[in-house]
């Protein structure tokens, strides 16, 4: 049973440009959170996806945008860089009201240069 | 709103120790309450969950916790800590399927070092 996979591993983007990282959930899961590690912090809720709809959402901004396909499978998307959005991208997956319980993925390393 | 307060950002036990890391929490609805462990340049795996019934839950890898809902805590302990607990542990909190509030608050993590 594959667990939660991320792709790319890693990444190095440059201030401004855009980003895409994607999310493939547990087999059976059916929603998909997304959170921000920065260095030496720990996990910052993003927004969260059921159903191919943004459900809740954390202090974000707009410049941080998702999509899920109706294979549950998950995008986040970045668009114009800065400095401080370098961090590690975790993706988590779970049943619908499942309390919180969720599976995670190893993560996408984002630097911006 | 939920917040969670891990008391300690480092702690260093002896091989064969007792191991204790503190959590407490906020929370306006009744909380579903975990523990993480982060391995270097890994993701998260969950180590244990409470969420209602028994105070005590049992985890893997040898690891307790136990939720005293007037203390507002849930410290995270194991009897013997063996070399491969190094890691980074979080504490999260959620406010449970009623509440429509699934997503995960974390504390700021505690990084556990066995000293052989």
């Known amino acids: 049973d594959a667990g939660v996979t991320q792709s790319p591993t890693h990444l190095i983007k440059t201030r401004g440009q855009q980003v895409t990282l994607r999310c493939s959930p547990k087999s059976g899961h059916d929603t998909v959170s997304w959170y921000q590690q920065a260095l030496g912090q720990g996990p910052q809720f993003i927004f969260q996806y059921y159903e191919e709809e943004e459900r809740q959402r954390g202090n974000f901004p707009d410049r941080f945008s998702g999509h899920q396909f109706p294979n549950y499978s998950s995008e986040l998307n970045v668009n114009a860089l800065l400095l401080g959005d370098s961090a590690l991208y975790l993706c988590?997956?779970?049943?619908?009201?499942?309390?919180?319980?969720?599976?995670f993925g190893p993560g996408t390393r984002l630097t911006v240069t | 709103a939920q917040s969670v307060t891990q008391l300690g950002s480092h702690v260093s036990v002896s091989e064969g120790a007792l191991v204790l890391l503190r959590c407490n929490y906020s929370s306006s609805v009744p909380p579903y309450l975990f523990w993480y462990v982060q391995y270097p340049n890994q993701g998260l795996q969950l180590l244990l969950k409470y969420t209602t019934g028994a105070t005590l839950v049992k985890g893997i890898n040898g690891f307790e916790a136990e939720f005293k809902k007037s203390e507002t805590s849930f410290h995270l302990t194991k009897p013997s800590a063996h070399m491969s607990d190094a890691a980074e542990y979080f504490c999260a909190v959620s406010g449970g399927p009623n509440f429509g509030n699934e997503k995960l608050t974390f504390g700021t993590g505690t990084r556990l070092t066995i000293i052989p």
């Open positions: 988590a997956s779970s049943f619908e009201d499942a309390g919180g319980e969720q599976y």
